[in-house]
């Protein structure tokens, strides 16, 4: 019966159990039997048997520390379980918070290593997404090597049989997605149970991480969202982009879909086949110009290419700079915006507290952290780093920094957030590839001016005043009907609340008013203010050149600031 009862549980929450078999014996054999047997995962499985393990230390290297060795198998187990757990162990590789360098170190090797699919069913996926029985119809060459390996998609090179133009045909993998699904249940099973039996892994937080990483993959798996993000970066791009220094790609949205991606072919170099940029001084130039343009488009949109590595940006003829794999962008809300803003212009001016203020503002955490504790950590810990360009800086040392002191205090920035951080400190990494001498600070400090003025702008400031009013009106409409239902809630369930506060009644009726009066003068204050704000350049010379919106407005404040003083006297 118990055996009966097991193998029901583990199909609730696992749909493949063979596949879990799979994934069990894999690791057992790279050396992670202990952890299996710890962690009791074989007794999941009835009758399960834990193979022996065959794991090999690494050929030709001496600091076999723990955490290396640990990299190193998770790594080998990785390449073998296929892509779902390749891309598990990119996420891995990027969390320099949670993680210890050595073991980074190792998972980033799984950049490249996906595997290549059969042609021939690369070609049947085609088919079926463009509805033609002939490929040829479409293009006239198809290469069958790919010219880029991913975990979810491979792309292929191409030419158009309509117009000659050459192309990119970005294929998904066949069964990918049921497989991501099938393989995620089972990794966020086997994190749920490390965490259990462990209160260490279960400080890490990789479970938060594993779900946010899941649910950002389901928008990989759709092509057509990328193609949106393509043109929608392109459009925000060209804004900003006075010198045309960007190159994105054009979309063929009639070839593509969900599964498939066709777009211009870029003839470039990749900045990571690029040894020294000095050869190339114009092209030097251009990078730093499309850094500040990168820099706009986080800070003033929100929107942006969240994984600038070098293998995205590609070298043009002209000099101009392409750039490929949309992805994985970023996205911020308004707010989040202005949270980003205050982050930067606190670092920059080398203001603790108000950075730490503004972290808590966006992280999540469960105990309200010792703040004075919080900015002396954070000023430790980022003090070192101020002022230097990025040859002089370790970007990974600086990203630990900052997101391991937040940990460190149970603080946790959502996945969004940690994007940001990262695509930051990512454009080192094509600096120091291409040995140009970066400073995102200086970038940023130069950037930040023109956005501050943004967010105070008059047109901003009554947008932020208007909505401010609205929210007003509408807590002063339905306080007293939630507090009538609430009443009648208690009457009907026939609770009692007595209050005895013997000789404070009075200063309890004060003090009741005096919120009260407030609240409306500050309403009062924002209806003046918007009536002042339409003026804007009026010349006004006598009462008939005032906007008959300003009056509407005036009147208002004027009814609140009687009612309000009516309502005091009658108090």
């Known amino acids: 019966m118990d055996l009966i009862r097991t193998g029901i549980g583990l199909t609730k929450t696992i749909k493949n159990v063979q596949r879990f078999r799979e994934i069990l014996t894999v690791f057992a054999r790279h050396g992670f039997d202990e952890f299996i047997i710890g962690t009791k995962l074989n007794a999941v499985i009835p009758n399960f048997v834990i193979p022996k393990s065959r794991f090999k230390k690494e050929e030709g290297v001496d600091d076999y520390t723990f955490w290396k060795s640990v990299g190193y ?4 187990s990785f390449e073998e379980l296929g892509p779902s757990f390749i891309k598990v162990g990119q996420l891995l590789a990027s969390r320099e918070d949670i993680l210890d360098p050595a073991l980074i170190s190792q998972l980033k090797l799984l950049q490249n290593k996906a595997s290549t699919i059969d042609f021939e069913a690369a070609k049947l996926v085609l088919r079926h997404s463009l509805e033609e029985d002939n490929i040829e119809d479409v293009f006239e060459t198809l290469e069958p090597v790919p010219i880029g390996v991913a975990s979810i998609g491979v792309v292929y090179k191409a030419k158009l049989k309509s117009t000659g133009e050459p192309v990119v045909v970005k294929i998904q993998r066949p069964g990918i997605r049921s497989t991501i699904q099938t393989d995620f249940e089972i990794i966020a099973f086997i994190v749920q149970r490390l965490e259990k039996f462990s209160s260490e892994i279960r400080f890490l937080g990789l479970s938060r991480a594993i779900d946010d990483f899941f649910k950002s993959i389901q928008y990989e798996l759709n092509f057509l969202i990328e193609a949106n993000n393509n043109q929608k970066l392109k459009k925000i791009i060209e804004n900003y982009d006075e010198k045309k220094t960007f190159v994105i790609p054009k979309v063929y949205r009639n070839l593509s879909s969900d599964k498939v991606l066709v777009m211009e072919y870029l003839d470039g170099t990749p900045f990571n086949d690029i040894q020294d940029i000095n050869e ?21 949109d929100g929107f942006f290419h969240a994984d600038l590595h070098g293998g995205n940006f590609f070298k043009l003829s002209d000099d101009k700079i392409g750039l490929i794999d949309f992805g994985l962008v970023g996205n911020l809300s308004k707010k ?15 203001n603790y507290e108000n950075l730490v203020y503004e972290f808590l503002d966006v992280a999540d955490y469960e105990v309200i952290p010792n703040h004075d504790l919080l900015v002396h950590d954070i000023r430790d810990a980022l003090q070192p780093y101020v002022g230097m360009s990025v040859q002089e800086m370790d970007a990974t040392a600086l990203t630990y920094a900052i997101v391991s002191t937040l940990s460190k205090h149970q603080i946790y920035l959502p996945r969004d957030w940690f994007i940001i951080f990262r695509s930051l400190m990512t454009l080192d990494g094509a600096g120091k590839t291409l040995n140009v001498d970066l400073n ?3 970038i940023i400090e ?4 023109d956005v501050l003025e943004e967010l105070v702008s008059k047109d901003t400031l009554m947008e932020e005043a208007a909505w401010l009013g609205r929210d007003l009106l509408s807590s002063f409409r339905i306080i007293p009907r939630h507090l009538r239902w609430l009443l009648k809630e208690f009457a009907k369930r026939k609770y009692q609340l007595e209050l005895n506060l013997i000789g ?21 204050s924002v209806f003046c203010l918007c009536g002042v704000m339409i003026l804007g350049d009026t010349v006004v010379k006598k009462p008939q050149d005032l906007p008959l919106l300003s009056y509407i407005f005036w009147g208002l404040a004027l009814m609140i600031f009687f009612r309000a003083s009516l309502f005091n006297r009658a108090k």
Request: net charge positive; hydrophobic share 45%.
């Open 336 to 350: 989040n915006r202005a949270n980003l803003v205050a982050i930067l212009y606190a670092l920059l001016t080398n």
């Open 440 to 442: 995102i600070f200086e």
């Open 446 to 449: 130069d950037e930040i001016k």
């Open 280 to 300: 190339f001084p114009e092209l030097q130039k251009n990078l730093t110009e499309g850094v500040r343009v990168f820099m706009h488009t986080m800070l003033s």
């Open 73 to 76: 198998r998770l790594r080998k």
């Open 504 to 524: 404070t009644n009075q200063e309890i009726n004060y003090l009741a008013k005096s919120f009260q009066f407030v609240g409306f003068m500050i309403l009062c």
